[in-house]
């Protein structure tokens, strides 16, 4: 099965709109990070947010925000005031365990801001 | 503080050769790992090591072997190279291997195989 399911190849979204991308882990562990990157054409991953599987509350980073629901296994990212700066594949990644587990990511979604 | 960087950035290799790649994690990472990004495969797992010895492998055959040096650079090698092995080689540097240690990524090695 896949650790990481992003099911959304393409999104589109307004500028200034909010836009939420879509991801699902599957674990059974207790303990694991959950993480999103965004990757411009460029080609750099760029680290956007983490929340843990014991935080109860949901990780914010200015424009961005987790929206965390544990039992569902949902981790999906809500970027809010779309810029066009914000055009960039985006992955969503986890980490079980304690120690010494790789990363796992998913296939990413393509998102593109419309002016 | 410096970011994790990559040499070369560009390469260009013929079938049959062998590369070696380079990564400086950000000081005070002992976590590197690395992946390959395709434009069909996606992002896939090469390797990760910890203090000099490799903590997780993907799936990828023997020709792709990396190190890490005590000062945490590591390397990464291709021997024999195919058509297939053209992509983006992302390296990612982290402070530990707990599930909360993120990871920061380089600026990638874009190796062609012609």
């Known amino acids: 099965a896949q650790k990481i399911t992003q099911t959304q190849p393409g999104m589109f979204v307004q500028e200034k709109e909010a836009v939420t991308l879509d991801c699902t882990y599957d674990?059974?562990?207790?303990?694991?990070?959950l993480f999103w990157y965004k990757q411009p054409s460029s080609g750099e991953m760029i680290f956007l947010i983490y929340?843990?599987?014991?935080?109860?509350q949901n990780a914010t980073e200015g424009r961005y925000s987790l929206n965390f629901q544990k039992a569902r296994k949902s981790a999906n990212l809500v970027i809010s005031a779309s810029q066009l700066g914000d055009s960039a594949m985006y992955f969503c990644a986890m980490r079980e365990g304690d120690t010494g587990n790789q990363f796992y990511f998913g296939t990413g979604t393509s998102l593109t801001v419309i002016p | 503080k410096a970011g994790v960087t990559q040499t070369p950035r560009y390469l260009i290799k013929t079938r049959g050769q062998q590369v070696t790649l380079s990564c400086s994690p950000i000081?005070?990472?002992?976590?590197v790992s690395w992946y390959q990004q395709t434009p069909g495969q996606g992002l896939q797992f090469l390797f990760e090591y910890f203090s000099e010895t490799q903590r997780n492998k993907g799936n990828f055959p023997g020709r792709f072997s990396g190190r890490q040096f005590s000062n945490s650079r590591s390397e990464m090698n291709v021997s024999t190279l195919e058509l297939g092995d053209s992509a983006l080689y992302l390296c990612a540097s982290s402070y530990g291997t707990i599930s909360y240690n993120e990871q920061f990524f380089g600026p990638g090695t874009r190796l062609t195989v012609l």
């Open positions: 000081s005070g990472h002992r976590s």
């Open positions: 929340q843990g599987s014991y935080d109860e």
């Open positions: 674990t059974s562990d207790q303990s694991y990070g």
